[in-house]
C-alpha cells in the first residue's frame, strides 16, 4: 500500500484492552477464518424520516454483530444537521471498535479554534488498523457551484489482521447522478487503486469493497467491477429504506474470500437499509 498521505488511526478511547480479544465467533483453532461484514449509508445520523437520531442508528449496527463495517455520508463537526458531532468517532466508541474516517470535504471551521467541517466515510473494526490511506477518485463536487470532474479524497482502504489472516477493506460511495460517466471513471480508479496491492503475477491480497454504488448490479458501469469482484448477492432491495425499490448498496470480495451468506437488514433508522454479509478466509493461500 502505498504512503501519499499521512493517515490518522482514531481509536476509542479507553478501549484498547477490550478491543485486542478475538470477537466471541471467531474460532482460533479453524483453517476457515469467519468475517462478517456491514455496509450502511447512514445518511449523516438521519432516518427514514430525516430527524438525526444517532441512537437509533447505533442500535440497527449493534444488533449486526459485525467485525467490520463501512459507513457513507459521515459527517465529523460539518454541522447543524448532525449536531456538529463526530458520527465516526462517537459511533466508533458505542460500539467498541477501532475507526478511521477518510473525509472527502475538509472545510475550513465556522469559528477560530472549531475543528475542521468534515464529510465522508469511514471503517469500524474490531480488529486494530495495521494501516490505512484515505485514497482520491474522480469526484464531481457538491460543494463547487460548476464542478468538473477531478481527482479528490474519500476511498478509504484499511489493512486488517484477522485472526492473523490480512484483509484490505476498501469503503466507497459512487456518484448518485443520472449520467454514469462519473461513476464509469470511478469504477476504473477503484479497479486501479486495488490492483495497486497486487505483485505482479496478479496474486492479489484479499480484498473486501463495500459500498453506496448508485447502480443496480447490471448497470453497465459496474460490469468492469465484477470481472475482479464477487458480489455477495443478499436477497433484498437497499433503497430506500421503506419500500425499497432497488438495490445499490453492495459488499463485494476478491479472490481468497468466500461469501457464506448475506442479507439486506430491515431497518428505518438511515435512508438506505444495511448490506450484512459472512465471509470466510482460509489461513494460508
Not at 465467533?25 to 438525526?52: K, Q, T
Not at 430506500?240 to 459488499?251: E, G, H, M, Q, W
Not at 479472490?255 to 451468506?261: A, L, Y
Request: net charge negative; glycine share 8%; hydrophobic share 40%.
Amino acid at each position: 500500500m502505498s504512503t501519499r498521505r499521512t493517515v490518522q488511526l482514531a481509536l476509542a478511547a479507553g478501549l484498547l484492552g477490550a478491543l485486542a480479544a478475538p470477537p466471541a465467533h471467531a474460532d482460533e483453532g479453524s483453517r476457515e477464518v469467519p468475517l462478517r461484514v456491514v455496509s450502511y449509508n447512514i445518511h449523516a445520523g438521519a432516518g427514514m424520516d430525516n430527524v438525526f437520531d444517532l441512537d437509533r442508528q447505533e442500535a440497527a449496527l449493534r444488533a449486526l454483530d459485525a467485525d467490520v463495517i463501512g459507513l457513507q455520508e459521515v459527517d465529523v463537526h460539518w454541522g447543524a444537521r448532525s449536531g456538529w458531532r463526530d458520527l465516526a468517532g462517537e459511533l466508533a466508541a458505542r460500539l467498541g471498535m477501532y475507526a478511521y474516517f477518510a473525509p472527502i470535504y475538509s472545510l475550513d471551521p465556522p469559528a477560530e479554534g472549531a475543528p475542521r467541517r468534515e464529510y465522508g466515510l469511514a471503517v469500524l473494526s474490531r480488529y486494530p488498523i495495521a494501516d490505512a490511506e484515505n485514497h482520491e477518485i474522480t469526484r464531481l463536487s457538491t460543494q463547487d457551484p460548476d464542478p468538473v470532474p477531478a481527482p479528490a479524497p474519500g476511498f478509504p482502504e484499511v489493512v486488517l489482521r484477522v485472526k492473523g489472516v490480512p484483509v484490505h477493506v476498501y469503503v466507497t460511495h459512487l456518484d448518485y447522478r443520472p449520467d454514469p460517466s462519473v461513476r464509469a471513471a470511478q469504477v476504473a480508479d477503484t479497479r486501479r487503486i486495488m490492483a495497486e496491492d497486487c505483485d505482479g503475477h496478479g496474486r492479489c491480497p484479499r480484498q473486501v469493497l463495500l459500498g453506496d454504488f448508485n447502480a443496480e448490479p447490471a448497470a453497465p458501469e459496474l460490469a468492469p467491477l465484477w470481472e475482479d469482484l464477487t458480489d455477495s448477492a443478499p436477497a433484498g432491495l437497499t433503497f430506500p429504506a421503506l419500500n425499497p425499490v432497488k438495490r445499490i448498496d453492495y459488499v463485494a470480495v476478491g479472490d481468497g474470500v468466500r461469501v457464506r451468506g448475506g442479507a439486506v437488514a430491515e431497518t428505518l433508522a438511515s435512508d438506505h437499509r444495511p448490506v450484512v454479509a459472512d465471509l470466510s478466509m482460509r489461513r494460508g493461500r
